[in-house]
């Protein structure tokens, strides 16, 4: 059972990492295995067996996320630009009070820490003004060295909570080229900013570690401004009022899917999980008894 749920927190996972504005580290913290993973990677060989236990169903959830949703985006974000992106502002919203419940459980809230927030907020909106006036890349243009530092960079997006992999993506100019290699594996730009991705996230891993060690509530408040300002990345602009509707119902669509990794995460306290857990207790029982008869 536990493998199958990490499978699906995988997925959803997975989906993080290339849908804007939504963190694959926000999911990760909602699903309570944010710092299990941390450990998990950075003590791997420790105890070998008991991490390939635990990163083995969540990685190939991951990779059925990537490869299904990046197909699915392509689709929706040609044909319907204004609800999709509604829909992911839906799902920003939904999960800053999830970031929210989790720092204030283990540590005080302190006025303060909005400071924090406000900083990242302000640069949040920054990168919006910077990205408008980026211009998207040809990928014959595009150097393997210039993809291993978008692949590095992109990291900071995949482990730091509140940090859209896919916005620092579209900042750099290469989200749609991106998006388009997974869709249609397209090896020439995935292997290197795998190479990148890969060498970025043992030092953004190590750095954020720490960082949640010695300033929790700080680094906490930090990833909600950065969370929030990638709201603005989204906003669709120049609407009709029957799209400015639609927005608003896929606005609110997107929060309701949101709250799904929390059921999730919730399932192990639902009756009907407690009721397979009776009937697994049960039936040793019964088997020892068919054995004495």
Do not use: W
Not at 89 to 99: A, F, K, M, N, Y
Not at 131 to 147: G, H, K, Q, S
Not at 184 to 198: A, D, F, H
């Amino acid at each position: 059972m536990n493998g199958f749920l990490n499978v699906v927190k995988g997925i959803f996972i997975g989906a993080g990492a290339i849908i804007p504005g939504v963190s694959s580290g926000v999911l990760c913290v909602i699903f309570g295995i944010y710092e299990k993973l941390l450990d998990a990677v950075l003590n791997f060989f420790k105890d070998i067996k008991k991490n390939i236990k635990f990163l083995f169903p969540i990685a190939l959830g991951v990779g059925i996320g990537v490869l299904l949703f990046s197909n699915i985006l392509n689709y929706l974000l040609y044909e319907f630009p204004i609800q999709t992106k509604s829909i992911f502002i839906g799902l920003i919203l939904g999960t800053i009070p999830s970031l929210i419940k989790e720092v204030n459980t283990k540590e005080k809230f302190k006025p303060q820490n909005v400071i924090y927030l406000l900083i990242a907020l302000t640069i949040g909106i920054t990168t919006v003004i910077l990205e408008n006036r980026i211009t998207l890349i040809d990928v014959e243009n595009i150097n393997n060295a210039y993809l291993i530092l978008c692949g590095a960079i992109m990291s900071i997006g995949i482990i730091v909570p509140g940090v859209s992999s896919t916005i620092i993506l579209m900042l750099l100019g290469v989200y749609s080229i991106y998006l388009q290699s997974i869709a249609n594996v397209y090896l020439p730009v995935l292997i290197p900013i795998v190479i990148g991705l890969v060498l970025g996230s043992i030092v953004v891993m190590k750095l954020t570690k720490k960082l949640l060690e010695n300033y929790y509530a700080k680094t906490f408040y930090t990833i909600i401004g950065f969370t929030i300002g990638s709201i603005f990345v989204l906003l669709p602009q120049r609407m009709t009022f029957v799209e400015m509707i639609l927005s608003i119902l896929c606005i609110l669509l997107g929060v309701y899917i949101s709250h799904i990794p929390d059921a999730i995460k919730n399932f192990k306290s639902t009756k009907v999980f407690k009721s397979i857990k009776i009937l697994k207790r049960v039936n040793p029982r019964s088997q020892s008894q068919e054995k004495d008869l």
